[in-house]
């Protein structure tokens, strides 16, 4: 039965179409095209359990599926699937909007722009909308302006995001299709390959930010636009908390920022480089490690104010955070912009940074010139450790640290 098709394939490959269509949907996709993906989305995915009905009309896995089904796919998202399909089968293409926030960081704050709203009706390039920033961002007289642009598409007239209607109904498909498989129980060679193709899909793995949100810097004197090119790493595709316990066990000794500390200069000393990274410990004793990278620093700045909006709701109580960083003599660089700065760095240090729901501020810098000396690395850690300032791109989590308190 090996080369057969079997009972699951011609479901999977009606998933693995329907994804295929999400996939191809873009922020900076016309409208036209946007909407026909989305169209042909709704049309596959519905098609999902109709030929597996009829693929199981006459077997005894009928009773199977019906409770299957029950299970994982009825529900409000799944309704609201059906209700889709429908309507742009019988009644008229999706009706979609598509709106965009723009966010302007600075040490101090971050300042939203009024919220830009689309449909097929009024639609404008994106590449217009940045240039329409031109002469605001040269009139605020900074060096430099990091801001960001992010992204949001809902059903007209509704408040949903449709990514996380999309995220939810993907995952409980996913789910109803691996229990249908091990009920069933048969080998089919084609049915494996459309699972790992699925496995491989973008849309739902790739991190919603890399999908939705840009990052530019504006460079008032030259007056040009810079888009960031970004990196993350992700283990799985959900976020991933883990007992602060596995991290003790690891590093018995020491408090959790020199755990941190520890942990990253072994990193350091194998690689010679490191991702920027956030350590999240919540209430609860759990923690996130959340690891990105960007070739400006705007990226940072949106990393620390997506984490800030976080803390309440999630019940973060510490934030960590490793960078390498460039150190200057401050008059050598005060009227350069972050390009211009790099070739006048004195040198290279691996910085540690920490915030906690108390208000308790640490830090510590190590010279990567010197970061394979032990003694060295012992000297800086036996160092008592003093407050310090903390950078500017952490103000909005200290902020809503001392909101809550």
């Known amino acids: 039965m090996g080369n057969s098709r079997g009972t699951l394939y011609q ?23 946007n909407i026909g993906y989305l169209d042909n989305f709704f049309s596959e995915y519905r098609n999902i ?26 529900n409000e998202v799944g309704k609201w699937f059906v209700d889709k399909r429908n309507e742009v089968l019988k009644k008229q293409p999706f009706d979609l909007e598509k709106r965009i926030e723009i966010s302007i960081y600075s040490g101090e704050y971050t300042l939203s722009l009024p919220e830009l709203i689309f449909t097929i009706d009024n639609d404008e390039e994106f590449s217009s909308i940045i240039e329409s920033l031109r002469s605001t961002f040269k009139s605020l007289g900074q060096i430099e302006v990091l801001f960001s642009a992010e992204f949001s598409f809902y059903e007209r007239g509704h408040s949903e995001d449709l990514y996380d209607n999309f995220i939810s109904g993907i995952g409980q498909m996913k789910l109803f299709m691996s229990d ?28 919603k930010d890399f999908l939705f949100v840009d990052d530019y810097v504006f ?23 883990v007992p602060i316990e596995n991290l003790n066990k690891l590093y018995p000794d020491g408090d959790i920022f020199s755990k ?56 973060i109580v510490n934030v960590l ?39 308790t501020k640490r830090s510590q810098g190590f010279d990567t010139s010197q970061i394979d000396d032990f003694k060295y690395i012992n000297s ?12 500017r791109f952490m103000n909005p989590v200290i902020q809503e640290f001392t909101r809550l308190r």
């Open 321 to 359: 955070f490793v960078t390498e960083m460039y150190m200057y003599d401050i008059n050598d660089v005060k009227n350069l912009d972050s390009q211009e700065r790099v070739e006048h760095a004195k040198n290279e240090i691996l910085a540690f940074y920490m915030i906690d729901n108390l208000l």
């Open 180 to 207: 249908m498989k091990k009920a069933i129980n048969e080998e089919c060679v084609l049915s494996d390959e459309l699972e790992r193709k699925i496995e491989n899909m973008n849309f739902y793995r790739v991190p």
């Open 49 to 74: 359990t109709f030929v597996l009905q009829k693929s199981l009309a006459k077997t005894e896995f009928k009773s199977t599926y019906e409770i299957l089904r029950d299970q994982y796919l009825v």
């Open 11 to 33: 479901s999977l490959h009606k998933f693995y179409s329907a994804l295929k269509s999400l996939e191809k949907f873009e922020k900076g996709t016309n409208f036209f095209d």
């Open 260 to 315: 941190f500390e520890l942990m990253h200069l072994v990193i350091f000393q194998l690689q010679k480089t490191i991702l920027p990274t956030c350590l999240v410990v919540y209430s609860d004793d759990t923690f996130e490690l959340i690891s990105f990278g960007g070739s400006i620093k705007t990226t940072v700045y949106r990393k620390f104010n997506e984490i800030a909006r976080r803390i309440e709701a999630d019940k």
């Open 219 to 241: 460079y008032c004197k030259k007056e040009y636009f810079e888009k960031a090119s970004r990196i993350a790493m992700q283990i799985g595709q959900d976020q991933l908390r």
């Open 380 to 391: 800086i850690m036996c160092t008592k450790s003093v407050e310090q300032e903390l950078p």
